[in-house]
């Protein structure tokens, strides 16, 4: 939904096929990128500099090729002595080519070319990517993984005032706020019950464990026990009949608990599961795995169970709490998302909103449309100008059809199983069908249609479900840089895609056995200038006279889908513009609730809290609209942990550690948000003047939302990484209870520090060494060691416990083998450190001397 880009390339030479993936030996041609100054010329852009080097030992030619790369941000030349000329084709999508000041690259040599890009720079994920040759011909060389290089001097790099990189003693500083020197003890569950009491006694659970539930608990019962062996190779036995004074585990049935409650007894004799629905009793049981010891999920401890006596009564705060996975921008695999569904429940998060195609890629099998799949969930190498039946490479992807990450869908059986995949684990999964923007792959997949049946001269069925006018000359330029990905609404077409699409979609749930209450339409970030000039707009005008600009479309555009749902019996979701209308005021435009969908049921994730927008979602949420708070200053998991070159993910929005979600305060946020993305302090009109929630407005707020884009993530770990810890925070602010903090306005005092020390000694010690061992292992992020020297030492801390600190000498990066920093050790110039946790995984690393 956002974007931003950098990178030392090995090249590869050889013939290929789009289709097929290269094999052949590497090119001589190696490509650094060095980031050089922001704010260059006093304006909010970057100078950087490309690199192309030959490291053969034979001329490289100076012409008959094209260099095609992928890059976030508009470039051009620093000046027109460049001896490259670089070409913007669409979206993220360039390519360079040689120009006549230059000539073949001698053995050695290399050739610079200075850029100058609009915004700033500020991490590697700002780096070009994708490089690949076109020779011609269908002669295309990819060019490997590329490699950024620091910038040569941090503070021409400062976006703003002080806006210096966390190094290893800021990162020490830091550190210092989370230290915990208490053990935690047995009993804590993230997210943290409403009540817990540690009894007298412990339980023993053993193999062969008898297990008896109620009829209503069926579901649940089966897979408490399928959990139960896969875990710990437990070989459970199901009993049936009276479940008194058995000593096993009992799911009972208590009415006097509503909704998602549940209570958890684990006695001497025995375990007892309590609720009154089967999402209740399936969060009883999510609270007894995770009361079990980490120890006892390793395989070489498998053997009977020791737990502790408790009663846990519970039950959460929102009744939606959300997770929204992009699978558009780089897919991933239905098993992955399976995956993610087991990890979601164990946290208690009970909604996957599902962002199934954007720009980059539609991942979803529409039957009765199969060219949405065809031609939008493939990325490929276009020759600029020539029509392909596929997308051209984004984020990286390269010139070939078979990259794993750029082409893939979800076919309709696949579908099918993740809905009751995620039914069995009491997750309701919203699809989202952008539109009218974000909407390219879907256009560019009816444009094929519309071209196949075109040539066969079916114009009738050709233009039945073309999302675009013919001949549009409307000027417009989307954040990530498209010009062509919004659907022109003033098409009939249009209507009769997105029916038939949503269709299509209610059958398949209809067929899983599931049910489905809304779908997510979009509606965010449709920029300036689209439809003024189609002419399907024009003809529009003259038919309908209560049509007379292109806001007026917007505003008939959801009106007519939220129409549509509702003869299905379904409600309308999409984004906070979904909620809003342009009015002019003063004689200027601005964004204010829009009137004829309040109290309507509509459903809007409201993402923007920057820039004026503070207050926006309790000005949604009082003007009737139901609100799921899903803010990019503090749930965006793609953005990084903090400002530092090599830390992975996206910053527009602000940087994002665990403690952002976790001191989050969903009914007054602008309490403890002080600050805007840039670390700057709100000005007190901000602070003062915001719009309160009224007792309407929180009744309408409804549930809280994490979201990770995935322009950065690459792989299943990436993935993972961006989303852990910073999920089990984001899991504890939208199930537990307010803290004594939250609710006494101590925001910073010491109810604050204590929850917050608490909290992170909890999830070090227990959730991250019980991570690695459920559903196959899960990656997460280790924290960066802070270090501080004082009186001619060295001393070491973690955000999190937990893990073991390892130290080398001479500027090497430590390894598994290197030796634990157990105490302060003496300075000694070119120390590196490098946290690891059991499994050998590793932090950055991080030292005290900058070279």
């Known amino acids: 939904m956002k974007i931003r880009l950098f990178l030392v390339i090995a090249c590869v030479i050889g013939k290929f096929d789009v289709g097929k993936a290269q094999s052949d030996a590497q ?176 339980y023993t659970l053993r193999k062969g464990v008898e297990v008896s539930y109620n009829p209503l608990f069926e579901t649940e019962g089966k897979l408490l026990m399928e959990n139960l062996d896969e875990l710990f190779a437990l070989s459970c036995k199901a009993v049936f009949g009276s479940a008194k004074n058995r000593a096993g585990i009992q799911l009972v049935e208590d009415t006097s608990l509503k909704g998602e409650a549940y209570k958890l ?51 959460p705060r929102f009744g939606s709490r959300g997770l929204m996975l992009d699978v558009a921008r780089n897919f991933q695999s239905k098993e992955q998302i399976i995956k993610m569904l087991d990890v979601m429940s164990l946290y208690k998060l009970n909604t996957l909103h599902f962002h199934l195609n954007d720009d980059e890629g539609w991942r979803l099998e529409i039957p009765s449309l199969p060219e949405l799949t065809e031609v939008g969930s493939r990325r490929g ?65 009816m444009n094929v249609r519309y071209r196949r049946l075109a040539e066969k001269g079916d114009m009738v069925a050709a233009n039945k479900y073309l999302l675009q006018s013919q001949n549009d000359s409307s000027i417009y330029r989307s954040v990530q840089k498209w010009n062509d990905n919004v659907m022109d609404v003033s098409l009939p077409s249009v209507y009769t895609f997105l029916e038939q699409v949503t269709d299509d979609i209610i059958a398949m749930y209809r067929e899983a056995g599931v049910s489905l209450e809304t779908i997510h339409f979009g509606g965010d970030e449709v920029p300036n200038g689209v439809w003024e000039h189609s002419p399907a707009f024009t003809k529009f005008k003259q038919q309908d006279a209560s049509i ?73 949420a009082n003007a009737g609209y139901k609100v799921k708070l899903s803010f990019v200053s503090n749930f965006y998991m793609d953005m990084a942990y903090y400002k530092q070159f090599r830390e992975q993910g996206f ?15 969903p009914y007054d946020y602008l309490l403890n948000q002080k600050q805007d993305w840039l670390g700057r302090t709100l000005p007190d009109r901000v602070l003062t003047g915001a719009e309160k929630l009224t007792e309407k407005g929180k009744r309408n707020i409804v549930g809280l939302q994490a979201l990770l884009w995935a322009e950065t993530i690459k792989s299943e770990k990436e993935m993972e990484r961006m989303l852990f810890p910073k999920l089990l925070a984001f899991s ?71 893990f073991d600190v390892r130290y080398a000498e001479n500027g090497e990066n430590p390894t598994i083998n290197s030796a634990i920093y157990k105490g302060p050790i003496p300075y000694k110039r070119g120390l590196v450190f490098k946290a690891f946790n059991r499994q050998g995984d590793s932090s950055l690393a991080v030292r005290l001397d900058s070279k």
């Open 27 to 202: 090119s001589p041609l190696v490509v650094s990128w060095q980031p050089i100054l922001n704010n260059y010329d006093g304006k909010e852009q970057a100078l950087s500099e490309l690199i192309i080097k030959n490291k053969g030992d034979k001329p490289f030619p100076w012409e008959g090729w094209k260099l095609y790369f992928n890059f976030i941000r508009l470039a051009e030349p620093v000046d027109s002595l460049q001896l490259l000329d670089v070409r913007h084709i669409n979206g993220d999508y360039f390519y360079f080519e040689p120009n006549s000041r230059g000539k073949s690259l001698m053995p050695g040599d290399s050739v610079r070319y200075t850029m100058i890009s609009k915004s700033w720079v500020v991490n590697f994920n700002d780096a070009p990517q994708g490089f690949y040759l076109d020779w011609g011909n269908n002669h295309l060389q990819p060019l490997g993984a590329v490699r950024t290089l620091l910038p040569p001097d941090e503070k021409p790099f400062y976006r703003v005032g002080a806006d210096a990189e966390m190094d290893a003693r800021k990162i020490y500083e830091k550190n210092l706020r989370y230290q915990n020197n208490k053990g935690i003890g047995a009993g804590h569950i993230i997210p943290t019950p409403v009540s817990s009491a540690i009894g007298k006694g412990k």
């Open 548 to 620: 007379k600009e292109t806001n007026d479309l917007w505003i008939r555009h959801f009106r007519l889908l939220y129409d549509m749902l509702n003869e299905r019996g379904l409600h309308l979701t999409g984004w906070e513009e979904v909620g809003m209308e342009k009015v002019v005021e003063d004689g200027k435009k601005k964004w204010i609730p829009f009137k004829g969908l309040q109290d309507s049921g509509v459903y809007l994730n409201v993402w923007n809290n920057l820039g004026g927008n503070e207050d926006l979602a309790y000005r949604l």
């Open 381 to 445: 190498h276009w020759d600029d100008g020539k029509w392909k039946e596929w997308l051209p490479p984004s984020y990286g992807s390269g010139p070939f059809l078979d990259n794993a990450r750029a082409s893939g869908f979800y076919s309709k059986s696949d579908f099918i199983e993740i809905l009751q995949y995620a039914q069995r684990r009491h997750i309701q999964v919203i699809p989202e069908v952008e539109t009218p923007g974000h909407a390219r792959a879907a256009i560019q997949a």
């Open 651 to 665: 910053y527009w929005g602000g940087f994002i550690d665990m403690e952002r979600p976790f001191s989050f305060i």
């Open 265 to 315: 007894e684990i006695t001497p004799k025995g375990i007892k599961l309590s609720a009154a629905t089967g999402a209740g009793m399936f969060y009883a049981i999510q609270s007894l795995k995770l009361s079990v010891d980490p120890i006892y999920y390793a395989p070489k401890n498998r053997k009977d169970i020791t737990l502790q006596s408790t009663v846990v009564s519970d039950e």
């Open 732 to 802: 504890e602010r939208a199930w537990a209870k307010p803290g004594e903090w939250e609710e006494g306005k101590d925001i910073g005092g010491e109810a604050y520090h204590k929850a917050l020390k608490q909290f992170f000694a909890v999830v070090g010690q227990q959730e991250l060494q019980r991570l690695p061992f459920i559903h196959g292992g899960v990656s997460y992020r280790i924290p960066t060691p802070g270090i501080k020297d004082m009186e001619g030492k060295i001393y070491v801390n973690m955000e999190l416990p937990g």
